[in-house]
T-cell receptor, first 115, second 112 residues
Framework: DAGVIQSPRHEVTEMGQEVTLRCKPI?????LFWYRQTMMRGLELLIY????????DSGMPEDRFSAKMPNASFSTLKIQPSEPRDSAVYFC?????????????FGPGTRLTVL | QKEVEQDPGPLSVPEGAIVSLNCTYS??????FMWYRQYSRKGPELLMY????GNKEDGRFTAQVDKSSKYISLFIRDSQPSDSATYLC????????????FGAGTQVVVTP
């Protein structure tokens, strides 16, 4: 099992540019989560999908952030335009349980730096 | 005030010692409690999962939940240098499947 795959692993961009982060969940998992981790705010849930449908996006910081899940094996998190305060590690996680133990399996993260 | 409070550390212990970690929370609706371990530059991975109050043991790891005090703990016995990592507590309400609230994480360093 390859686990959750994220790309790119590192992204350095300039303020105002569009950034797209990608995630491939574990095959068979029906829930997908996007998190952001910073020293100041810790690990924050941005949005999560169940069966490709966004369930809760209350953690998305502002309209500059958008997420899509066009199919069960792919999701994107887009920031447009990016700002220096968006610099963080962005994690994607997936889960296959519904009703049982909702263990979330995290990817390796994308380290984003906005200059 | 944050719903979940966790001392960020760092917590430094000698190899073989017991590591004691804890989190406090303010929302009595939390029913499911987890501990995740995160190595440097890696994603978190689930260590322990408990429902409501009580103790759970898994090898060298013991998780305790005291709902009356809104306090959860993780103990690591016979600590090893490989236990050096950041430990994050997480919790959720019964009707919020998947929506975890994480603590800030405690950095643990086990010295040989």
């Amino acid at each position: 099992d390859a686990g959750v795959i994220q790309s790119p692993r590192h992204e350095v961009t300039e303020m105002g540019q569009e950034v797209t982060l990608r995630c491939k969940p574990i095959s068979g998992h029906n829930s997908l989560f996007w998190y952001r981790q910073t020293m100041m705010r810790g690990l924050e849930l941005l949005i999560y999908f169940n069966n490709n449908v966004p369930i809760d996006d209350s953690g998305m910081p502002e309209d500059r952030f958008s997420a899509k899940m066009p199919n069960a094996s792919f999701s994107t998190l887009k920031i447009q335009p990016s700002e220096p305060r968006d610099s963080a590690v962005y994690f994607c996680a997936s889960s296959g349980a519904s009703g049982g133990i909702d263990e979330q399996f995290f990817g390796p993260g994308t380290r984003l730096t906005v200059l | 005030q944050k719903e979940v409070e966790q001392d960020p550390g760092p917590l430094s212990v000698p190899e073989g010692a017991i590591v004691s970690l804890n989190c406090t929370y303010s929302n009595s609706a939390f029913q499911y409690f987890m501990w995740y371990r995160q190595y440097s530059r890696k994603g978190p991975e689930l260590l322990m999962y408990t429902y409501s109050s009580g103790n759970k043991e898994d090898g060298r790891f013991t998780a305790q939940v005291d709902k009356s005090s809104k306090y959860i703990s993780l103990f690591i016995r016979d600590s090893q240098p490989s236990d050096s990592a950041t430990y994050l507590c997480a919790m959720r309400k019964t009707d919020s499947w998947g929506k975890l609230q994480f603590g800030a994480g405690t950095q643990v360093v086990v010295t040989p």
